[in-house]
């Protein structure tokens, strides 16, 4: 599915859309640049699984743990080279812990992504400066 949103707010929302279908287990691998709104659409992610505290990016922590009805751990990739070191940190473990895996800059750890994963890309829209274009693809949830 295709969608365009006009502001933070809205990429907010419809990652609330996306967290409330997900289950115990999925994983959610974002594709998109910096500033496009990766973090945007996963506080809305949290919220849609019932996560409570603020999401930030854990871009110098790798993974940041929020608990809720599902939990949600929130890994940035940025600064991995490889699955390699993905591994090295846990992600197996992380998989098996029963939460959602929101993974930004996934594409560093594509062979590292399970089958029935949830590809959200977002691009900057032609509409204007806040404008996205958020493309969903995969997983049991759509």
């Known amino acids: 599915m295709v969608y365009?949103?006009?502001?933070?707010?809205?990429?907010?929302?419809?990652?609330?859309?996306?967290g409330a279908k997900l289950r115990p287990?999925?994983?959610?691998?974002f594709r998109g640049g910096l500033g496009m709104g990766k973090t945007a659409f996963t506080r809305g992610l949290a919220?849609?699984?019932?996560?409570?505290?603020?999401?930030?990016s854990p871009t110098f922590t790798i993974v940041n743990e929020y608990r809720g009805n599902i939990p949600l751990f929130h890994f940035d990739m940025y600064r991995l080279d490889s699955s390699d070191a993905l591994f090295d940190i846990g992600w197996e473990d992380y998989l098996d812990?029963?939460?959602?895996?929101?993974?930004?800059?996934?594409?560093?750890?594509?062979?590292?992504?399970?089958?029935?994963?949830?590809?959200v890309t977002i691009q900057r829209a032609p509409e204007g400066e806040n404008a996205r274009k958020i493309t969903i693809t995969g997983g049991e949830a759509l």
């Open 47 to 56: 919220q849609g699984l019932g996560c409570t505290g603020r999401v930030t």
């Open 97 to 119: 812990r029963g939460g959602v895996c929101a993974v930004e800059w996934s594409e560093n750890v594509a062979d590292a992504m399970p089958d029935g994963t949830v590809y």
């Open 25 to 29: 287990g999925s994983v959610v691998a």
């Open 4 to 18: 365009r949103t006009e502001s933070a707010a809205q990429t907010e929302a419809l990652g609330r859309e996306l």
